[in-house]
Each structure stands twice: as structure tokens, then as C-alpha cells.
């Protein structure tokens, strides 16, 4: 059986598409759910994809990645600048989660500057648009199959 992982999107990502195309382009959720999938059929990953705009589902299924999952690829919205909770079910679990932003938020205001899950992220991309769950994929892919990040890439 191939590993598990979760590909996460947070509030308003379901607007994908609909919202703010200059910033977020045109493709839809639907698009990167399938794009991750993809991507995941061919890394040997089984990847499963949820998006809420809710808090509390967004802590409960990093709680049940303890159990069921090797990886997070996470975009947590606005709540990446907020959440605390977030922070806490990341650190809580110990599952590596790669942090994921579609907009170089650093170019953005500065209330986007501050994340509260990078410092309990094993990795974070931004700015690269939907690229960065593909790029967050292969990373996780290759931290399964080689868990100390410290050895050096062979493949
Ligand atoms: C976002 C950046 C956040 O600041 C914003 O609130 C989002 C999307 C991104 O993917 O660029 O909802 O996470």
C-alpha cells in the first residue's frame, strides 16, 4: 500500500479561480485537487484532498494524519497568520507538513508576513503557484522514502 498523504486547503481556497484571479490565477480547486492527485500517482502516493473554511476541521484531520498519514501538504489561508491551534495539532501530531502559499505573500501586506505554522513546518513554499503543492509533493515523496533529511539526494 502506497503512503498516504494529506493535501489540506483552508478557508477560501474553495474560491479558487473566482477570487482575486490576479493574485490566484484562474485554475480552480477542482484543478489542483486533481493536479496533486496526479502528481501523487506518480510518486507512488496515495494523496487525499480536503479543503474547509473552518478551523476546527482543519485541526481535526492534522490530528488524524497521526494515524493515517506520512505527509501534510498544507495551505492554511488566512488562518496560516492567526492560528495558534493550527500551530498546536501541527507540533501535536509530528507528521511532516509542508506549508503551502499560492502568492508570495512576503510581497503582500504586512499582515501576511507572520506565519504561525513555518516554525512547526518541515519545509515552505511560496509565491509559485500551483506549482508549490506539486514541488511540496515531491519533496514529502522523497523524505518518506529517505527520512533523515541530513543524507544527501541520490535519486
Ligand atoms: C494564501 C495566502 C494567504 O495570505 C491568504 O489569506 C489566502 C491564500 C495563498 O495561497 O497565497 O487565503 O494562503
Given at each position: 500500500?502506497?503512503?498516504?498523504?494529506?493535501?489540506?486547503?483552508?478557508?477560501?481556497?474553495?474560491?479558487?479561480?473566482?477570487?482575486?484571479p490576479a493574485v490566484y490565477g484562474s485554475s480552480t480547486l477542482a484543478d489542483v485537487e486533481?493536479?496533486?492527485r496526479a502528481t501523487g500517482d506518480r510518486l507512488g502516493l496515495v494523496v487525499e484532498c480536503r479543503q474547509s473554511n473552518h478551523e476546527g476541521d482543519l485541526v481535526d484531520w492534522i490530528q488524524e494524519a497521526r494515524t493515517r498519514a506520512r505527509g501534510i501538504v498544507l495551505n492554511a489561508?488566512?488562518?496560516?497568520?492567526?492560528?495558534?491551534?493550527?500551530?498546536?495539532?501541527?507540533?501535536?501530531?509530528g507528521v511532516p507538513t509542508i506549508e503551502v502559499h499560492i502568492s508570495?505573500?512576503?510581497?503582500?501586506e504586512s499582515f501576511r508576513h507572520h506565519s504561525y505554522i513555518s516554525p512547526v513546518a518541515a519545509g515552505v513554499i511560496v509565491g509559485l503557484g500551483l506549482d508549490g503543492y506539486d514541488l511540496a509533493l515531491q519533496a514529502l515523496a522523497r523524505r518518506i522514502k529517505r527520512p533523515d533529511p541530513s543524507e544527501p539526494i541520490t535519486a
Open positions: 500500500m502506497d503512503p498516504v498523504v494529506f493535501v489540506l486547503n483552508g478557508p477560501n481556497l474553495n474560491l479558487l479561480g473566482l477570487r482575486e486533481a493536479l496533486a489561508g488566512a488562518l496560516t497568520h492567526t492560528s495558534v491551534a493550527i500551530h498546536d495539532a501541527i507540533r501535536g501530531v508570495n505573500v512576503h510581497a503582500r
